[in-house]
């Protein structure tokens, strides 16, 4: 089983910047493609970015386009979130998660991490 514990998320205010982290288990990161979803109260979870195992292909949702971006080591079987220019809209639980190409299902999840930016 695929174990992914998330790490980075804090209270910042807006305008402010974050780097969420998601550390996998196992020899076997590099088979999946990675996402961040995230889930305010009362809202459905988003996806808010993806990327391909090797890195090449990146997707991010319009509402972060230009200020959240996606990375991976697959050599420390970890997978990034920068996030910069934050905004109250930005809050949220984010969690990591893991998938099989080219399935669009995500099997594995984390326990997420909170993220609260103030005005």
């Known amino acids: 089983q695929v174990q992914l514990v998330e790490s980075g998320g804090g209270l910042v205010q807006a305008g402010g910047s974050l780097r969420l982290s998601c550390a996998a288990s196992g020899r076997t990161f590099s088979s999946y493609a990675m996402g961040w979803f995230r889930q305010a109260p009362g809202k459905e979870r988003e996806l808010v970015a993806d990327i391909s195992r090797g890195g090449g292909t990146r997707y991010y949702a319009d509402s972060v386009k230009g200020r959240f971006t996606i990375s991976r080591d697959n050599a420390k079987n970890t997978v990034y979130l920068q996030m910069i220019s934050l905004k109250p809209e930005d809050t949220a639980v984010y969690y990591c998660?893991?998938?099989?190409?080219?399935?669009?299902?995500?099997?594995?999840w984390g326990q997420g991490t909170q993220v609260t930016v103030s005005s």
């Open positions: 998660a893991a998938r099989i190409p080219v399935e669009s299902e995500y099997d594995y």
